[in-house]
C-alpha cells in the first residue's frame, strides 16, 4: 500500500516561513489528489489545502494568501510553502494522497510545526 513520508516541520517565529514535503511511494495505482491537513491539540483534523493531479489548487480560507501548494506528479511529492506564520498555525501536519481506482486515502506519520516566539 502507498506510504508517505513527510518532512520539514519544525519551530519558527511568528512571521517566519517554513516548506514542508511529502513523498508517496509503493504506489500501484496513479495518485489523484495529494493534500495537507493539519490537527492542533484539542481539535479535529482540517484541511490546509490540495492538489489534483491536474494542478488545481483548494486552500483554506485562513491560510489563502500564506500557504501554497504544489507538487511533482512523476516523484509523486507534493509540497506545502508557508510563509507569514501565526501561532495559531502550531499543529501536527499530515500529508494524505487519494489513489485512483480504489479512491482510498492514505497519510502520512505527521510532522509537527510549532510558531512561537
Known amino acids: 500500500q502507498v506510504q508517505l513520508v513527510e518532512s520539514g516541520g519544525g519551530l519558527v517565529q511568528p512571521g517566519g516561513s517554513l516548506s514542508l514535503s511529502c513523498a508517496a511511494s509503493?504506489?500501484?495505482?496513479?495518485?489523484?489528489?495529494m493534500g495537507w491537513y493539519r490537527q492542533a491539540p484539542g481539535r479535529q483534523r482540517e484541511l490546509v489545502a490540495k492538489?489534483?493531479?491536474?494542478?488545481?489548487?483548494n486552500y483554506a480560507n485562513y491560510v489563502k494568501g500564506r500557504f501554497t501548494i504544489s507538487r511533482e506528479n512523476r516523484e509523486n511529492t507534493v509540497y506545502l510553502q508557508m510563509n507569514s506564520l501565526k501561532p495559531e498555525d502550531t499543529a501536527v501536519y499530515y500529508c494524505?494522497?487519494?489513489?485512483?481506482?480504489?479512491?482510498?486515502?492514505?497519510w502520512g506519520q505527521g510532522t509537527q510545526v510549532t510558531v512561537s516566539s
Open positions: 494524505s494522497a487519494r489513489e485512483s481506482l480504489t479512491l482510498r486515502d492514505y
Open positions: 509503493r504506489i500501484t495505482y496513479p495518485i489523484v489528489d
Open positions: 492538489v489534483t493531479r491536474g494542478g488545481a489548487t
